[in-house]
T-cell receptor, first 115, second 112 residues
């Protein structure tokens, strides 16, 4: 069965520092997709970044990058030069082989950026 | 910009009431989703629809039903609300060819 694990329930980071949010996953399917979403206090989930299991390069989107280590089954989110507005809940998610009905989310990591 | 709207941000209902949560998207997306979010549990899929009148059960469909009569609208129905259905409900949509989902602002439902 698929599984997503986020081991950090909460993190405090100084503004302008880089942040790494951990995510490990488990699946027996060779084809899968990995996502990160941000949820500010307003409640809306915001898509950040996507990595396909066959993608050779690590995904990057502006200040966000996904450190994809397939052999270790990890998909950590790296935020460079953190900002106060990055304070939010962050969720890692996995989709099984293009199956939109088979998406599972981790329990989330609450990130606090300190001024 | 993609817009997914939900009928209410906050809703308070009594046990046994029938509850309708409405979700509307304006981008002609094929797929729509209803999730439930609880602290420490992340998001869990309740139902998924890949076309008008088509639906698939997610991980926790018990106590819920859905309706998709028009492509832009996906409704979640609690036939007889119970206190354990107090939660945040999130609707999402996505086009068939996309990876990411677009989420609405959520409805925080309290059942007394």
């Amino acid at each position: 069965a698929q599984k997503i694990t986020q081991t950090q329930p909460g993190m405090f980071v100084q503004e302008k520092e880089a942040v790494t949010l951990d995510c490990t996953y488990d699946t027996s399917d060779p084809s899968y997709g990995l996502f990160w979403y941000k949820q500010p206090s307003s409640g809306e989930m915001i898509f950040l970044i996507y990595q396909g299991s066959y993608d050779q390069q690590n995904a990057t989107e502006g200040r966000y990058s996904l450190n994809f280590q397939k052999a270790r089954k990890s998909a950590n989110l790296v935020i460079s030069a953190s900002q106060l507005g990055d304070s939010a809940m962050y969720f890692c998610a996995m989709r099984e082989a293009y199956r939109d009905d088979k998406i599972i989310f981790g329990k989330g990591t609450r990130l606090h950026i300190l001024p | 910009d993609v817009k997914v709207t939900q009928s209410s941000r906050y809703l308070v209902k009594r046990t046994g009431e029938k509850v309708f949560l409405e979700c509307v998207q304006d981008m002609d997306h094929e797929n729509m989703f209803w999730y439930r979010q609880d602290p420490g549990l992340g998001l869990r899929l309740i139902y998924f629809s890949y076309d008008v009148k088509m639906k698939e059960k997610g991980d926790i469909p018990e106590g819920y039903s859905v309706s998709r009569e028009k492509k832009e609208r996906f409704s979640l129905i609690l036939e007889s609300a119970s206190t354990n259905q107090t939660s945040m409900y999130l609707c999402a949509s996505k086009p068939e060819s996309y990876n990411e989902q677009f989420f609405g602002p959520g409805t925080r439902l309290t059942v007394l």
